[in-house]
């Protein structure tokens, strides 16, 4: 199981909110190109990346940081990126930049129209972001509750061809409460392609209990505040994944 740092993207920085909210952003590093090596050097085997402002604004506002941490760190390990992809131009943008996949969000639930032509012209690089609240899908940062259940619009994205699922409970994100074991299973149970857990990611115990469920389509979790404050130790994470799940 993959252990995934987060590098989100906020006016060129490194930082991390509270529940997605933009007000409560703590800034982790000045420097998210060095961030990216950090990772690396501790033996990332993906980084995920979010442009933050690009996820409120609808359109990439981090190119600049995003093209420098592709170049620094892209030909070393894979890159998934979202945050503002809205269309097929932006897609091709950043796959044919050296990002190895793209993640759609919100513009996956308003308009699925374009994630099925994204997954038809970019196969196996298209990853659906799903954040929900007690089952219920959000959007537009969060910032709207859409009414659509969480297992029945993964299942519909599958059927489109998506690569994976990013499932995040927004009501644990950023607060280190714990990653939401049951909602997680509940639909890696309901998919056939692969989960990753996002949100809540407190400690090692965490990881072990996410390890202990890998098995039914869980490929990995995407962890942040928790290794920018300390209370995981990403070393000591992929180590004991590596023991549980190979």
Request: with cysteine; charged share 20%.
């Amino acid at each position: 199981m993959l252990i995934i740092p987060a590098i989100d993207l906020k006016d060129g920085k490194c930082v991390r909110l509270k529940q997605g909210q933009m007000e409560k952003s703590t800034i982790f590093s000045e420097n998210p190109v060095e961030m990216a090596r950090k990772w690396v050097n501790l033996g990332a085997q993906r980084l995920h990346l979010v442009d933050l402002d690009g996820a409120f604004a609808g359109k990439p506002v981090n190119e600049s940081a995003i093209k420098s941490i592709v170049s620094e760190v892209g030909a070393d390990i894979p890159i998934q990126l979202g945050g503002g992809i809205r269309n097929l131009d932006t897609v091709d943008k950043f796959i044919n930049s050296g990002v190895d996949s793209v993640i759609i969000g919100t513009a996956a639930v308003t308009h699925p129209g374009f994630l099925h032509e994204a997954c038809f012209a970019f196969p196996g690089q298209i990853v659906v972001g799903l954040d929900a609240k007690d089952g219920d899908v959000a959007i537009n940062g969060w910032a709207k509750l859409t009414g659509h259940n969480v297992i029945e619009l993964a299942q519909k994205f599958e059927d489109y061809g998506v690569e994976s699922i990013i499932y995040t409970d927004i009501g644990r994100d950023g607060m280190l409460s714990g990653v939401n074991i049951e909602a997680t299973v509940k639909l890696s149970e309901s998919l056939k392609i692969p989960v990753v857990a996002s949100g809540g990611v407190s400690n090692i115990s965490d990881i072990k209990a996410l390890c202990n469920v890998a098995n039914i389509g869980i490929r990995g979790v995407i962890t942040g505040t928790a290794i920018y404050e300390g209370t995981l130790d990403f070393e000591a994470a992929q180590q004991l994944a590596k023991e549980l799940t190979g």
